[in-house]
């Protein structure tokens, strides 16, 4: 394990994390600025809009899934393929004549993306010490906050000079730098701790019900994303100023989720349990979108709400998986994650069918920032009492004790 972050290994790994972070973080959230396009330009529903951002979703939850299940594979042998596939797929969406192909191809990239953002989470919680496993981990997932806040802005830009499909076509491009990653992609180093190689054998009741809330707060998250533009669009804020909600927030992304790296990783957060962190950090985000039906009114008051959410948000987002650490071997983490996405894909296929749906019988786009905060609400309770259940375990224990030495 690096015990450091300035060695040239974890330095590639930081990269090669941040790297595929960034186009995780771009598919996830700035392809929202296509919505309104597509709508008139493939001539359907919001409801059926849904089916794009679906697709995104549960492609890469089956990436996630798969991830578990390469092992024969290296590294730099399985982020080949996936660069090739996304950015292939990419290429095709500017073709296709009618949203349930552009669905198709926009899935495929997404399981291409989700198959190397679990796998390089799982290396890098493998590859860093537990004193500073979650600072290296907030560095590397800094990649989607600026990924999330920049790519909108050049969408935009893309829009005022160029057709939607002409715009889909570079961006295509764009994406095909994930073959960077391949290049700098470090190959694992096992710990000397053996890990259980059967997932059954990795699963107690309390990482299930911790696995649970972190289904719970990504369907909350999933649900309202593809509805930010939608609601600014709702309250009179258009164009480049709908696009600066999504960039302020993202930029507020950056600093916040290394301070909630380097938070988490003191000897008393550890002590108590990052899962708390997570928890207390989930619920706030909750209670902001419940409240965001009588916050959100223009353009300040969104972008209020957005900086306020954007806190929240990135302060818990590395110790979400470092968290792990507290109930099972760190080994063991990138089959838990496959587990995560395998419970998430059923979540993630339903949520946006539901929203859309809310959207059409209540026509405002408030309701699926409610639902998120419902959902958001189940998941950080959820998360405190997966703590609670397990308690201060060994492996937890172990990690303070040798922080403290």
């Excluded at 500017?94 to 552009?102: E, H």
């Excluded at 990649?143 to 005022?160: C, E, H, K, N, R």
């Excluded at 969104?302 to 818990?316: E, K, M, R, S």
């Amino acid at each position: 394990m690096e015990k450091t972050l300035k060695s040239p290994r974890a330095i590639r790994i930081l990269v090669t994390m941040f790297l595929y972070q960034f186009f995780m973080g771009s598919i996830l959230k700035s392809t929202t600025m296509f919505y309104p396009k597509w709508t008139t330009e493939f001539n359907v529903t919001d409801s059926q809009i849904s089916v794009v951002y679906t697709a995104i979703l549960s492609g890469g939850q089956i990436g996630g899934i798969i991830s578990g299940f390469l092992e024969c594979w290296t590294n730099k042998q399985i982020f080949s393929v996936c660069s090739a596939l996304s950015t292939l797929s990419l290429l095709t969406s500017a073709f296709v004549p009618n949203i349930y192909l552009l669905a198709v191809t926009y899935g495929l990239a997404s399981l291409a993306l989700g198959v190397m953002f679990t796998m390089v989470i799982g290396f890098a919680a493998a590859g860093f010490s537990p004193e500073i496993r979650s600072l290296a981990i907030s560095i590397g997932v800094i990649g989607t906050a600026v990924g999330s806040s920049t790519m909108p802005i050049v969408i935009q830009l893309l829009f005022d000079k160029y057709t939607v499909r002409q715009s889909m076509f570079i961006i295509s491009g764009v994406y095909a730098h994930t073959f960077i990653g391949v290049a700098l992609t470090p190959e694992v180093r096992k710990t000397k701790k053996k890990s259980n190689v059967k997932l059954t054998s990795i699963m107690n009741p309390s990482i299930v019900i911790y696995v649970i809330a972190l289904v719970f707060t990504q369907i909350g998250k999933q649900s309202q994303f593809p509805y930010f533009v939608p609601l600014a669009n709702q309250v009179g804020v258009e164009g480049y100023d709908a696009a600066s909600i999504l960039f302020w927030m993202g930029m507020l992304d950056i600093p916040c989720r290394v301070a909630g790296g380097y938070f988490s990783s003191l000897g008393f957060v550890r002590k108590m349990g990052q899962s708390v962190f997570v928890g207390i950090m989930v619920l706030c985000i909750g209670i902001l979108n419940l409240a965001s039906v009588f916050i959100i009114e223009g353009y300040w008051s969104f972008t209020i709400w957005a900086i306020c959410f954007g806190l929240c948000y990135a302060l818990p987002v590395s110790s979400q998986y470092s968290a792990m650490g507290e109930f099972t071997h760190i080994d063991n983490i990138s089959k838990v994650l496959s587990f995560f996405c395998f419970v998430l894909l059923i979540g993630v296929t339903i949520a946006p069918v539901i929203t859309g749906f809310l959207v059409e019988q209540f026509c405002t786009y408030e309701v699926t920032f409610i639902f998120a905060g419902v959902m958001m609400c189940m998941g950080g309770t959820s998360a405190i009492i997966a703590r609670c259940i397990h308690g201060q375990s060994e492996e937890s224990k172990e990690d303070i004790d040798q922080s403290e030495d």
